[in-house]
């Protein structure tokens, strides 16, 4: 099918990592896309891989590949209260009209 | 920075009326695209648009059209409101091969 999935919700405390995950479909697809959502507001880009890669650093950021499985995650470092937000992973895919293809988006509350 | 804005960020209309969403952009990027996003659901694609007066259909266009007589902007129409469009509208452009920038989102309500 052509779903990227991600699970809804996920729970940490300030200060711990986080670990948000998805699955994709389209084995073509060369870019990946990591999207914060915050309340009431569009998206905002936070990071993005080529599908050439396994992993990216970025900051408090890091994000794994796996192709095979198509599996990617997104692990955020010491989880900071302003890090409660949806975010979103997209597929840009170029079999066809490339378009992408945005998950269901995993909603991060960090407690205190 | 690019900058993608919404003419409304609420708006409530009633069943039947005919309802404009406007995006402009100021990047001078080829495409442009309109989602909406439900909880549960992320974001569904309704319509994009590579070019001026070219458009496509997303995966869920029915009830919706679009316009794109200039480059930087790009309406979104729905001819007769109904109440399952109730939704959050998203605007979003790009350079082709490149990332998306995002509008704050119009949340419309249909009464």
């Known amino acids: 099918g052509e779903d990227v999935e991600q699970s809804l919700f996920l729970s940490v405390r300030e200060g711990d990592s986080s670990v948000i995950n998805c699955t994709y479909t389209?084995?073509?697809?060369?870019?990946l896309y990591w999207y914060k959502q915050e309340p009431g507001a569009g998206l905002q880009l936070l990071t993005y891989i080529f599908s050439n890669m396994d992993m990216k650093q970025d900051q408090r950021l890091t994000v794994l590949l796996n192709k095979k499985d198509k599996h990617l995650s997104l692990r955020i470092a010491d989880t900071q209260t302003g890090d409660s937000a949806i975010y979103f992973c997209?597929?840009?895919?170029?079999?066809?009209?490339?378009?992408?293809?945005f998950g269901t988006g995993t909603r991060l509350k960090v407690l205190a | 920075d690019v900058k993608v804005t919404q003419s409304s960020r609420y708006l409530v209309k009633r069943t039947g009326e005919k309802v404009f969403l406007e995006c402009v952009q100021d990047m001078d990027h080829e495409n442009m695209f309109w989602y909406r996003q439900d909880p549960g659901l992320g974001l569904r694609l309704i319509y994009f648009?590579?070019?001026?007066?070219?458009?496509e259909k997303g995966d869920i266009p029915e009830g919706y059209s679009v316009s794109r007589e200039k480059k930087e902007r790009f309406s979104l129409i729905l001819e007769s409101a109904s109440t399952n469009q109730t939704s959050m509208y998203l605007c979003?452009?790009?350079?082709?091969?490149?990332?998306?920038?995002f509008g704050p989102g119009t949340r419309l309500t249909v009464l």
């Open positions: 997209a597929e840009r895919r170029t079999s066809g009209t490339y378009k992408y293809i």
């Open positions: 648009s590579y070019d001026v007066k070219m458009k």
């Open positions: 389209d084995s073509s697809s060369t870019y």
């Open positions: 979003a452009s790009s350079y082709s091969g490149s990332e998306q920038f």
